[in-house]
T-cell receptor, first 111, second 113 residues
Framework: DAKTTQPPSMDCAEGRAANLPCNHSTISGNEYVYWYRQIHSQGPQYIIHGLKNNETNEMASLIITEDRKSSTLILPHATLRDTAVYYCIVRVGNYGQNFVFGPGTRLSVLP | DAGVIQSPRHEVTEMGQEVTLRCKPISGHNSLFWYRQTMMRGLELLIYFNNNVPIDDSGMPEDRFSAKMPNASFSTLKIQPSEPRDSAVYFC???????????FGQGTRLTVV
C-alpha cells in the first residue's frame, strides 16, 4: 500500500508556481521522498528525491518539513507541458527496492 | 543512452493467445521492474529483479503470468493464456546501484479481445 496521501487534483495558472503537497506521516528514518510525474500515455518520469534537506534541480524544488511528515513539490514557473499526474512515493533509499505508486495528484496547468 | 526500451509499443491479441512483452534496461542497471497500469487500479508492481534474480513476484496476478531475466540486458513478461482483463499498459523500469531513482520505458499497450 502507498504510504502517502495527495490531493486528487489541482489547477495552476501558466507561469505561476505550482505547489503540490504530500503527507507521509508514517515515514521511517531511512525512507526517502521521491517525486515522479506521468504525462498522458508516457512512462513515469523521475523528478526529484530527498531525505530531510530541501533539494533543488533543474526541474523542481522539494521542501520537506522538519518532522518529515509532509513535503511539497514546487514547480517554479509552470507551463502547459507540466500538466500531468504527479506521484509522491516514500521508499528506502537503497537500490533495488521497489516503488509503490498511489493515485497521485492530477495537475492541470491552465493558460 | 536510449533509455529503457520496450517492445512492442502496441499489441492486440485474441483471448487465449500467448503474449510476450520485452524490455531492454539501461546498460549498467542492476534492477529491473515490471509494472501494469489500468484506469481502475493505477500503477501496480508485478515483479522486480536484482542482478537478474527475481526478488519479489507477489504482484504477479496468477500463474498465467511469468517473467524472466536471462541476462542483464533483457527481460520478458509472458502471459499465457491471455484474457481480456489483462488489457493494460505494461511498463518496464530499471535502476542502478549508483543512483536510486528508476527510469521507465514508454510502455506496451496490450489489448486482448
Amino acid at each position: 500500500d502507498a504510504k502517502t496521501t495527495q490531493p486528487p487534483s489541482m489547477d495552476c495558472a501558466e507561469g505561476r508556481a505550482a505547489n503540490l503537497p504530500c503527507n507521509h506521516s508514517t515515514i521511517s528514518g531511512n525512507e526517502y521522498v521521491y517525486w515522479y510525474r506521468q504525462i498522458h500515455s508516457q512512462g513515469p518520469q523521475y523528478i526529484i528525491h530527498g531525505l530531510k534537506n530541501n533539494e533543488t534541480n533543474e526541474m523542481a524544488s522539494l521542501i520537506i518539513t522538519e518532522d518529515r511528515k509532509s513535503s511539497t513539490l514546487i514547480l517554479p514557473h509552470a507551463t502547459l507541458r507540466d500538466t500531468a499526474v504527479y506521484y509522491c512515493i516514500v521508499r528506502v533509499g537503497n537500490y533495488g527496492q521497489n516503488f509503490v505508486f498511489g493515485p497521485g495528484t492530477r495537475l492541470s496547468v491552465l493558460p | 543512452d536510449a533509455g529503457v526500451i520496450q517492445s512492442p509499443r502496441h499489441e492486440v491479441t485474441e483471448m487465449g493467445q500467448e503474449v510476450t512483452l520485452r524490455c531492454k534496461p539501461i546498460s549498467g542497471h542492476n534492477s529491473l521492474f515490471w509494472y501494469r497500469q489500468t484506469m481502475m487500479r493505477g500503477l501496480e508492481l508485478l515483479i522486480y529483479f536484482n542482478n537478474n534474480v527475481p526478488i519479489d513476484d507477489s504482484g504477479m496476478p496468477e500463474d498465467r503470468f511469468s517473467a524472466k531475466m536471462p541476462n542483464a540486458s533483457f527481460s520478458t513478461l509472458k502471459i499465457q493464456p491471455s484474457e481480456p482483463r489483462d488489457s493494460a499498459v505494461y511498463f518496464c523500469a530499471s535502476s542502478s546501484p549508483s543512483s536510486t531513482e528508476a527510469f521507465f520505458g514508454q510502455g506496451t499497450r496490450l489489448t486482448v479481445v
